[in-house]
Nanobody, 124 residues
Framework: QVQLVESGGGLVQAGGSLRLSCAAS????????LGWFRQAPGKEREFVAT????????FYADSVKGRFTISRDNAKNTVYLQMNSLKPEDTADYYC?????????????????WGQGTQVTVSS
């Protein structure tokens, strides 16, 4: 069982930055691929970024590529999402997720554990 707790959301102006963190419980953190997903009001949950257990494989959604950076610190059992050049369309609840395999996936259904989410609001 893995428990995930996100933090770092908030209100920011367009063009600003935020750094989300997701702290995980468990002693085998490096065996889990991790992902960030988001869900805007009235929309379906969408993939944002994913990172493999080793951190060597990373993928981003086209909508955030070049602006967001996912990283992980396996010694601290934490995954991060650095978000720069934020746009109003980035406004959403952001969720951290872990899957019971070190290989990355885009599909939310492939993830076994989810955090409670953190809200990000970008004002224009």
């Amino acid at each position: 069982q893995v428990q995930l707790v996100e933090s770092g959301g908030g209100l920011v102006q367009a063009g600003g930055s935020l750094r989300l963190s997701c702290a995980a419980s468990g002693r085998t953190f490096s065996s889990y691929a991790l992902g960030w997903f988001r869900q805007a009001p009235g929309k379906e949950r969408e993939f944002v970024a994913t990172i493999s257990g080793s951190g060597n494989t990373i993928f981003y959604a086209d909508s955030v590529k070049g602006r967001f950076t996912i990283s992980r610190d396996n010694a601290k059992n934490t995954v991060y999402l650095q978000m720069n050049s934020l746009k109003p369309e980035d406004t959403a609840d952001y969720y951290c997720a872990a899957r019971g395999s070190p290989t990355v996936r885009y599909d939310a259904n492939r993830y076994d554990y989810w955090g409670q989410g953190t809200q990000v609001t970008v004002s224009s």
